[in-house]
């Protein structure tokens, strides 16, 4: 790959975005490229489509640098992690309308892209665009290495999902090498939750329930948890792991109610069970380990057509 993102640092405007309600691997690249392009006295803008707000697990990313005000247009685009452009939201049309669009990711098949810079094998974009910046002999910084590490981290799920190679291991190595404060990152992702989450959690687990015959753990939060715990959506995500600690399922689901009452899903495996196929049903996206999507099917027809998939595949 002779492909070099530094050549369309001058191709401005320049706009940076991942996909929909952003999580660590989309915002930790994306603020790793505006830190690298402040660095180097070059204006970009960067933004997402944030339903309610940015988790709080994550706000040792530098939030502040979020641009208030966009332009109309772009000359340049940096998309991370998003391989279909619907999963834009609403920064889709603008992505789309700009003459270079560059797709740095990790998915199977990205759908758009002028330039694709995209490892399938990878376990999150940060190690794609990692790989770039070395690559194309830029320096990494701490605050840089921080943004990178938080990728790592949550795509491989604390260093734990099938995609935790020796790579990754060495890529943790580096960044921890440039400063990154993994201990720091790692609490605020994983070890600080929000009081009330940690009450709403003891009802999502009452609510599991395991599919043994096919090693299927689901639960659900609806929009009436919300209120009753006064907590935002996005300081529940954590919860999917706890659907996952189920021993003897290989793949576990977490279902929440939206406020139009569709749902979202996001998906876990282990033992390679590879979930972005369940996701690709609801034309959502992720990759092996980890994925998601939306639906406006009720949730007894989301988990049918899941098992039903499951199923097909044992």
Known sequence: M????STFFEKGPIFITGHVNPDGDALGSSFCLKILLNKENIDADINFDIENKLPSNLDHLPYELITKKLQSSY???????????????????IVLKAKNIIVIDHHINPTFGSLQI???????????????????KYEIDKDMADCLLTGLITDTGRFQYPNTTTE???IASELLKQGADISSISENI????????????????NRIIFDEDIKFTYSTIYQKDYKK???????????IDVVRLVRGADIALLLKEQVDGTFKGSLRSRNNF??????????????KAASGFSSSS???????IIKNEIRTKL
Not at 280 to 287: E, K, P
């Open 2 to 5: 002779n492909e070099q993102i």
């Open 75 to 93: 000359e340049t685009v940096f998309v991370f992690d998003c391989g279909n452009p619907g999963r834009l939201g609403r920064y889709e049309d």
């Open 118 to 136: 995209v490892d399938s094998d990878a376990a999150s974009t940060t190690q794609v665009l990692y790989r770039q910046l070395l690559k194309e």
């Open 168 to 170: 990754v291991f060495n």
């Open 190 to 205: 994983y070890g600080s939750i929000e009081f009330n989450a940690l009450k709403l959690q003891s009802e999502i687990i």
């Open 229 to 239: 715990y006064n907590i935002d959506a996005e300081e529940t995500d954590f919860l």
């Open 274 to 287: 590879n979930v972005q196929e369940l996701s690709a049903i609801f034309d959502g996206g992720g990759h």
């Open 298 to 304: 009720s949730q007894e027809d989301i988990i049918e």
